[in-house]
């Protein structure tokens, strides 16, 4: 299978360094790719796009949450941000985005000048408006992006929410509303995919899928970084802990 | 399609759909002309002298309401950091957002205005000068609604800032809109059609301006 062959490309090596604070590697199998999510059509090819963070600090007010970050990610890599609450790791996720100021250090995200672009951003909240269906929204976003309309139901099919793409969040449960934010993700087809605590309101189901999802975007290229609570099993993702709360 | 003509009509619609449309303002807009002469008295003389000013007056504060909700509901459903990375830049991005909303929920006031206008003994070409006052006003006020509600977002009883906000910055434009109605009362066209250019041109540097302060008052609110 293509994909597989394209994933392996970029074998999860310890591509990751991480200073002053501790480190963990998970190392699995391939993902196996399913038909759902392997034959999602019509989306351009990704460009292969790289990230590096050296000797990061992380501010929130004017206390010095973290210091010493550095890692590097290449294409088809995921990372999690693990620690305990309060351990900055929306802060790390904000900081990446450009919506905070890094307190030091330096962050390369692609090699555009306009890292935003690049960007397809899963906060802790889903950006769904109560009112607008997931069609028109969808539409909207794929739109912004410069991205055909024709792939959102192949996308939302893959997320097991087909049924619901003229539904309005307000009429659905929370956990069909993030995986309507999934979605956005996908349709978007931008390379790097920041996500804060995606599983959060998740059934089992729904990892499931959130997780094949996440081995399609990254058998095409596409770096994921996820803070999350939940052991997500992730193939060949890298670990970054953020340790203790402040 | 580009982007600001796909956010201007997202906007439009969610405003129409989600938010009542134009009811809202338009309520508020009535409710102020109408309670204007119960509270002055019913002398043909003095309505038709207050007329323009009370236009004015309520569509100022129909269009602070417009400005609650505007930035509010985008910080806390995370929409806006879903806008601050998208491929259009964010002062072009605000301007498309807050006029698309105005397009969505205030196209009523100029109508409600020369109806108000009617109501209270203006004559024909007097209430054309009311109306085009307050449809060239508009784009101003809501540009500087929008602002105070960028700025006010994500602040528990944010109304109350928006009004701080909004309603010094609003003045020029009050004057200009309400003096045009004015001038025309009190005979003098060429002044009235000058003072509504004058309203028109403060909306044109408002829309040049005001959304560099938009979006820097959105930046603000992601850190």
Known sequence: ?246 | MSGLWRILAREAGLAWAGGGGAAGPTAFFLACITLGPLAIGAESETLVTVGPGIMGISALLAVLQFGERSFADDFFDGTLELYALSTVSLPVLAFAKVMGQAIATLWALPLIGALGSMMYGLGGSEILVVFCGLLSAIPALALVAGFASALSAGVRRGGLLISLIAIPMMIPVLVFAAGAGRAALDGDFDRAWATVLLTLAVSLGTSALMPFGIAAAMRSRLG
Not at chain 1, 218 to 238: E, K, N, P
């Open chain 1, 1 to 246: 299978m293509t994909d597989c062959a394209l994933f392996s490309r970029t074998s999860p090596l310890l591509q990751c360094t991480v200073f002053a604070l501790t480190s963990a590697w998970k190392l699995g199998d391939m993902p196996s790719m399913t038909n759902e999510t392997a034959s999602i059509p019509d989306l351009s090819d990704l460009e292969a796009q790289s990230l590096s963070v050296s000797g990061l600090a992380l501010k929130r007010g004017d206390f010095i949450l973290r210091e010493d970050i550095s890692f590097a990610l290449n294409p088809g890599d995921a990372l999690f941000l693990t620690g305990r609450n309060g351990s900055g790791k929306t802060t790390l996720l904000r900081t990446l985005a450009g919506f905070l100021p890094p307190a030091e250090g330096h962050i390369q995200l692609g090699k555009s000048s306009d890292p935003a672009e690049l960007i397809a951003w899963l906060g802790h909240t889903d950006g769904l408006k109560p009112n607008e269906t997931l069609r028109k929204s969808l539409r909207f976003w794929s739109g912004m992006a410069g991205q055909p309309g024709k792939v959102i139901m192949p996308v939302l099919k893959a997320l097991d929410i087909g049924h619901l793409i003229d539904r309005p969040p307000a009429r659905m449960s929370r956990g069909q509303q993030r995986r309507g934010a999934m979605a956005r993700l996908a349709v978007m087809n931008r390379p790097f995919w920041l996500m804060d605590e995606p599983a959060g309101p998740l059934d089992r189901a729904g990892r499931d899928r959130l997780g094949k999802l996440v081995a399609w975007h990254r058998s095409r290229g596409g770096i994921v970084i996820a803070a999350t609570h939940q052991d997500l099993d992730w193939a060949g993702a890298q670990r970054l802990e953020l340790g203790g709360g402040l």
